[in-house]
């Protein structure tokens, strides 16, 4: 299985900074990378696909790069809905799997 | 607008099977790649499986020995059953819709949790 490795777990952080999630993979997985928000009680919701494309519908501030291992999420701007927990997911191989999550809390 | 969403028993006995429904509402169950996903309280995401609309079948080698996901195309709707279940079992499951082999998931239903306790 790929193993995906977010950094970091846990992140506190303040409305309007600027704060980057990281993804690792255990082998490359081209740009088969998605991001997903998930709020307490509630699905996950995908904002970035294709490590970089934007879900119809999510905010510009949130933006996805990389290729191969090393895969980052931006928020340019944290808004207070924001704070929430990120996954990453790589799509490139069966069984897909997931980030271990990074829970951002508001500083 | 595709909504999807889980049914089933909130708690199930240890060694006993697990039996969930996911309906999909909005949507044809046509042409994608329906999963099922979940998650133990306070913790990460798992992958346990998906079935094809032709009926085609992928399940997690982590759970496949104990894992039978099916559609009724009739009601639109596809099922998980994970037999033997113990409480590690115990988790939030979800089902969620893929559009391909190498797509993310993008409807996913509210999750139901269920609990495994005597």
């Known amino acids: 299985d790929i193993q995906l490795t977010q950094s970091p777990s846990f992140l506190s952080a303040s409305v309007r900074d600027r704060v980057t999630i990281t993804c690792r993979a255990s082998?490359?997985?081209?740009?088969?990378l998605a991001w997903y928000q998930q709020k307490p009680g509630k699905a996950p919701k995908v904002l970035i696909y294709?490590?970089?494309t934007l879900q119809s519908g999510v905010p510009s501030r949130f933006s996805g790069s990389g290729s191969g291992t090393e895969f980052t999420l931006t928020i340019s701007s944290l808004q207070p809905e924001d704070f929430a927990t990120y996954y990453c997911q790589q799509v490139n191989s069966y069984p897909q799997t997931f980030g271990q999550g990074t829970k951002l809390e508001i500083k | 607008q595709v909504q999807l969403q889980e049914s089933g028993p909130g708690l199930v006995k240890p060694s006993e099977t697990l039996s969930l429904t996911c309906t999909i509402s909005g949507g044809s169950i046509s042409s994608y790649l329906w999963n099922w996903i979940r998650q133990p309280p306070g913790k990460g995401l798992e992958w346990i499986g998906y079935?094809?609309?032709?009926?085609?079948?992928n399940y997690n080698p982590s759970l496949k020995s104990r894992v039978t996901i099916s559609t009724d195309t009739s009601k639109n709707q596809f099922s998980l059953k994970l037999g033997s279940v113990t409480a590690a079992d115990t988790a939030v499951y979800y089902c969620?819709?893929?559009?391909?082999?190498?797509?993310?998931?993008?409807?996913w239903g509210q999750g139901i949790l269920v609990t495994v306790s005597s």
């Open positions: 969620a819709r893929k559009y391909g082999f190498n797509w993310h998931f993008d409807y």
């Open positions: 082998q490359g997985i081209n740009n088969y």
């Open positions: 079935i094809y609309y032709s009926g085609t079948t």
């Open positions: 294709a490590a970089s």
